[in-house]
């Protein structure tokens, strides 16, 4: 059973950092696609950083430059570091995996990931 389990979240005032972790149980994160997610309240859930098999990384434009996706596959655990927090960045985090060995995209789509988190919640105060 693939279980993702995230920590890290917090309250952090404007230009803050974060780390958080995705602990992964039942899935080997060396071979495919791992992602980054955030849902604002009342928006949609949006794709933030992604890595594949090889350490490609993709990010979205909003946070390109402020936030770094990384991994250890021995490990099993992805990471996402966030500088330069804003309060846009507010929302609850969620770590995904998929099934997609290469992964470089523009736009980092749910669809392509098939195992979710419960989510850690990210609060960045003015």
């Known amino acids: 059973q693939v279980q993702l389990v995230e920590s890290g979240g917090g309250s952090v005032q404007t230009g803050g950092s974060l780390r958080l972790s995705c602990a992964v149980y039942?899935?080997?994160?060396?071979?495919?696609?791992m992602g980054w997610f955030r849902q604002a309240p009342e928006k949609e859930r949006e794709g933030v950083a992604s890595?594949?098999?090889?350490?490609?990384?993709s990010y979205a434009d909003s946070v390109n430059g402020r936030f770094t996706i990384s991994k250890d596959n021995a490990q099993y655990t992805l990471y996402l570091e966030m500088n330069n927090l804003k309060p846009e960045d507010t929302g609850v985090y969620y770590c995904?995996?998929?099934?997609?060995?290469?992964?470089?995209?523009?736009?980092?789509?749910?669809?392509?990931?098939?195992?979710w988190g419960q989510g850690t919640q990210v609060t960045v105060s003015p």
């Open positions: 890595i594949d098999s090889a350490g490609r990384t």
């Open positions: 995904a995996a998929g099934r997609l060995p290469v992964y470089i995209t523009r736009t980092i789509e749910s669809s392509d990931f098939n195992y």
């Open positions: 039942g899935y080997s994160i060396s071979n495919y696609n």
